[in-house]
């Protein structure tokens, strides 16, 4: 399918009963033309994923762009904690080619915006599934992926 417009988020799979309410640390940014993969930040709230982290928790569930509140906790948000669910996110970095089916990759974020980078593998904290939507143009500019579980890094809370 072609577009140029995209809304991004999850796509397929996964239990609903892992969906879990967080509150959001300080003036974080969810885009909808981004993803929404999550991260706990140093005061148990959530942040938008960025390159380098490891310990990616789930995935917000917006679907509009929202600035929090400027006050931590502030705000609140849905995340999906299953590793089974799919999500469509855009390529950030990099180009698909159909043999990066099932193979590892990082996230990051680019203008704000959170998606994936074909071109590194440091963390591999997604699992690349699929190519998404195809552009006007040709290009592939998503793919569904979903969080990795074994390469997750949990923390212990001491």
């Given amino acids: 399918m072609a577009q140029d417009n995209l809304q991004y988020g999850r796509r397929d799979g996964g239990p609903r009963n ?3 309410t967080f509150p959001v ?3 974080e940014v969810f ?4 993803g929404g993969f999550v991260t706990i930040d140093a005061n148990g709230r959530v942040e938008i994923a960025i390159a380098g982290d490891v310990d990616v928790i789930g995935y917000a569930l917006l679907n509009e762009d929202r600035t929090a ?10 995340v999906d904690l299953s590793t089974e669910s ?4 855009p390529i950030n970095t990099g180009t698909w ?3 990066m089916r099932g193979k ?7 203008s704000g915006i959170q998606g994936v980078d074909l071109t590194a593998s440091g963390e591999d904290v997604v699992q690349l599934i699929d190519k998404g939507t195809t552009n006007t143009a040709g ?4 793919v569904l992926c979903r969080l990795h579980a074994r390469t997750l890094v949990p923390a212990g809370v001491v």
């Fill in 139 to 142: 290009t592939v500019v998503s």
């Fill in 69 to 78: 509140s400027a006050t931590e906790g502030g705000d609140t948000v849905r």
């Fill in 104 to 110: 590892l990759c990082d996230l990051s974020v680019v």
């Fill in 25 to 27: 640390g300080a003036s």
């Fill in 97 to 99: 080619a159909d043999t």
């Fill in 31 to 34: 885009k909808k033309k981004g």
């Fill in 86 to 89: 799919v999500y469509e996110v």
């Fill in 18 to 20: 892992k969906i879990f």
